[in-house]
């Protein structure tokens, strides 16, 4: 790839990168009004995270479910995202040294 | 200093960690295909997002102009969801501002805003800081990368490049408000699950988002 079509598509990613960040605030302003579509604007960071963790399963296989066993656990009982953070990538760290 | 905006900086800089270790793989796999250190500064500062990085590295000078743009777009098709839920949070702000906070918007800062116990305004700062601790962050981390090449240890056996899905789980259990949360997030798993299961990029994180947020919203409003 030459140092032109390089900038070409770094700068076109950036692009449509951005775009797609800013048309979410342009897609918020005209559905706004809708009180519905504000209920499912809402629910969208515990959806979304959700499906980012599910997502990353598939990635992570069976040490990845025991991370994030773990770090749940860790959550429920100190309240304190780090800490869980810690803890499932403590395990994640140790099983992959066994397997 | 406002209130929020150090509580950001004190939430956002032990993540900066599991930044730092992505960014420094980011950087090596760059230095493996060839990429030029500029091109990879250009890339961390302007597109600023880990997943669709991996995925330009991953098709440079193999895969064409459209194909890259488009596996991009596709990635990022969830910057559509999670900033039109900020759109309240940025509300009252200038032009300029708003376009700055929103290209400083990653999954990160964000998952840690939304989840945080405060008001709009404190969920902005937080927003704003996780942004300015993350970007000078990954963008020096990809760039060390780059020019260590091969000479960094392996972060994944440390299993940090587990500390993000670590993190959103977490974040989820915040976010549970009761038994109305049950159906609507076994529709998300199961929806992103089966988009997965045919799909590559980031549509099952999208289509599983969307299926979980538009049944929570929509049994919602059969309800009241």
Not at chain 2, 103 to 119: K, Q, Y
Not at chain 2, 162 to 186: K, N, Q, T
């Amino acid at each position: 790839m030459t140092t032109g079509e390089g900038i070409r598509v770094i700068l076109n990613c950036a692009a449509v990168t951005f775009l797609l960040r800013f048309g979410g605030l342009c897609l918020a302003r005209s559905l706004g009004g809708s009180s519905r579509f504000r209920r499912v604007l809402d629910a969208v960071p515990a959806s979304m995270m959700l499906a980012f963790t599910v997502h990353s399963l598939r990635d992570f296989g069976a040490s990845g479910i025991c991370g994030i066993v773990v770090a749940v656990f860790f959550m429920k009982k100190s309240g304190s995202p780090m800490a869980a953070m810690v803890s499932g990538v403590a395990v994640v760290a140790l099983l992959r040294s066994f397997m | 200093m406002r209130e929020g905006f150090r509580r950001g900086i004190v939430l956002c800089l032990p993540i900066c960690v599991g930044v730092a270790a992505y960014g420094g793989v980011f950087g090596v796999l760059a230095a493996a295909k060839g990429i030029p250190v500029s091109f990879v500064a250009l890339m961390s500062a302007f597109v600023f997002s880990g997943s669709a990085q991996f995925v330009i590295v991953d098709m440079w000078g193999e895969a064409g102009f459209w194909a890259i743009l488009g596996s991009v777009a596709s990635i990022n098709m969830r910057y559509l969801l999670i900033c039109a839920s900020v759109d309240r949070l940025l509300s009252g702000m200038s032009l300029p501002q708003r376009m700055l906070r929103v290209h400083l918007i990653g999954d990160e800062n964000w998952a840690v805003a939304m989840a945080a116990r405060t008001d709009d305004a404190g969920k902005a700062d937080i927003l704003f800081a996780g942004g300015l601790c993350f970007l000078p962050v990954w963008l020096a981390a990809s760039l060390a990368g780059r020019l260590a090449g091969g000479w960094i240890p392996s972060p994944e056996r440390f299993g940090l490049d587990f500390a993000f899905p670590a993190l959103f789980a977490a974040l989820v259990v915040s976010l549970w408000r009761g038994r109305e949360d049950i159906a609507p997030w076994i529709v998300t798993a199961c929806v992103t699950v089966a988009v997965d299961s045919f799909s590559g990029g980031g549509w099952g994180v999208l289509a599983g988002g969307l299926a979980g947020a538009g049944f929570r919203g929509l049994s919602e409003g059969v309800r009241t």
